[in-house]
Nanobody, 122 residues
Framework: EVQLVESGGGLVQAGGSLRLSCAASGFTFDDYAIGWFRQAPGKEREGLSCISSSNGRTYYTDSVKGRFTISRDNAKNTVYLQMNSLRPEDTAVYYC???????????????WGQGTQVTVSS
């Protein structure tokens, strides 16, 4: 059974940091790109970052560039999202997702986690 399980969310003050984890099982992790997304109430889902499978290339959307860092530990089948300088507008449910190969269109994502809540207070 394929599973993506996010953890590490919580309540933090503006300017603080959190590290999210995405633990994967049930597929060949090394072959998959992993992305992070978020969705705030009343807003569309937003793609934040992706890390490719083979070359580890990373991508970020402009709103998190310089503040968030994605990384992966293939030995642990886990991807991390280090989030620094958090802002109230970062409040959302954060999801990880996976698709085979290098980072690509959101349509390519085949596996999704259940999400973890991040709340940033002002």
């Amino acid at each position: 059974e394929v599973q993506l399980v996010e953890s590490g969310g919580g309540l933090v003050q503006a300017g603080g940091s959190l590290r999210l984890s995405c633990a994967a099982s049930g597929f060949t992790f090394d072959d998959y790109a992993i992305g992070w997304f978020r969705q705030a109430p009343g807003k569309e889902r937003e793609g934040l970052s992706c890390i490719s499978s083979s070359n580890g290339r990373t991508y970020y959307t402009d709103s998190v560039k310089g503040r968030f860092t994605i990384s992966r530990d293939n030995a642990k089948n886990t991807v991390y999202l280090q989030m620094n300088s958090l802002r109230p507008e970062d409040t959302a449910v954060y999801y990880c997702a996976a698709h085979i190969g290098e980072c690509g269109s959101v349509r390519r994502y085949t596996y999704w986690g259940q999400g973890t809540q991040v709340t940033v207070s002002s």
